[in-house]
């Protein structure tokens, strides 16, 4: 299994531009989550869905959207880039979204907005 | 009032040293999981608990429902034990992880 996989590890762009950062898995999980995560801040909740087709807001959704095809794919997108989305993003996985399930995170994508 | 409050937030420790780092937390929770962060690499579950304790080679998870604490543990502490720890409980009623702001561990030789 490769586990949680995202691409690309770095990106630069340009205040307005649009990008989509890919998310996958291959462990049949229906819980998946986008983080984000700023020094000081911590680890934030950005969007997360419980299986495919179900998509919901998380703490800071704002300026981001997503959609769940797929059990195995979440991609997240930044529809008009702003130096404060300029961040490391982190996409995870579980089993559900309740209970007793261990977590998995991908490498996370490192996002500069200039 | 964070839901979730780590200490410390930073320790630096000897070669060998025990380690202790606590997290309390003030939800109701499901599951807690102990994350490891290296310096600019991705994140690693090295823990889930829901009751007791749990050790994993030099490392050791505890935790405790009723006080709502959770503490992680590392004996004979080693330069590669230098990473930023975070503390995740999972909501028992949204299933959603929350996240203490981390322990950023340096060991020296």
């Known amino acids: 299994n490769a586990g949680v996989t995202q691409t690309p590890k770095f990106q630069v762009l340009k205040t307005g531009q649009s990008m989509t950062l890919q998310c996958a898995q291959d462990?049949?999980?229906?819980?998946m989550s986008w983080y984000r995560q700023d020094p000081g801040m911590g680890l934030r909740l950005i969007h997360y869905s419980v299986g495919a087709g179900i998509t919901d807001q998380g703490e800071v959704p704002n300026g981001y959207n997503v959609s769940r095809s797929t059990t195995e794919d979440f991609p997240l997108r930044l529809l008009s880039a702003a130096p404060s989305q300029t961040s490391v993003y982190f996409c995870?996985?579980?089993?559900?979204?309740?209970?007793?399930?261990?977590?998995?995170f991908g490498p996370g994508t490192r996002l500069t907005v200039l | 009032k964070n839901e979730v409050e780590q200490s410390p937030q930073n320790l630096t420790a000897q070669e060998g040293e025990f380690i202790t780092i606590n997290c309390s937390y003030s939800v109701g929770i499901s599951a807690l999981h102990w994350l490891q962060q290296h310096p600019g690499g991705g994140i690693v579950s090295l823990f889930m608990?829901?009751?007791g304790k749990k050790k994993h080679g030099r490392l050791i998870a505890t935790i405790n429902i009723q006080e709502k604490h959770s503490s992680l543990h590392i004996t004979a502490s080693h330069p590669r034990d230098s990473a930023v720890y975070i503390c995740a409980p999972r909501l028992s009623n949204t299933g959603k992880l929350i996240f203490g702001q981390g322990t950023t561990l340096q060991v020296k030789p």
């Open positions: 462990m049949n999980h229906e819980y």
């Open positions: 608990l829901s009751s």
């Open positions: 995870a996985s579980s089993l559900t979204g309740t209970g007793y399930n261990e977590q998995f």
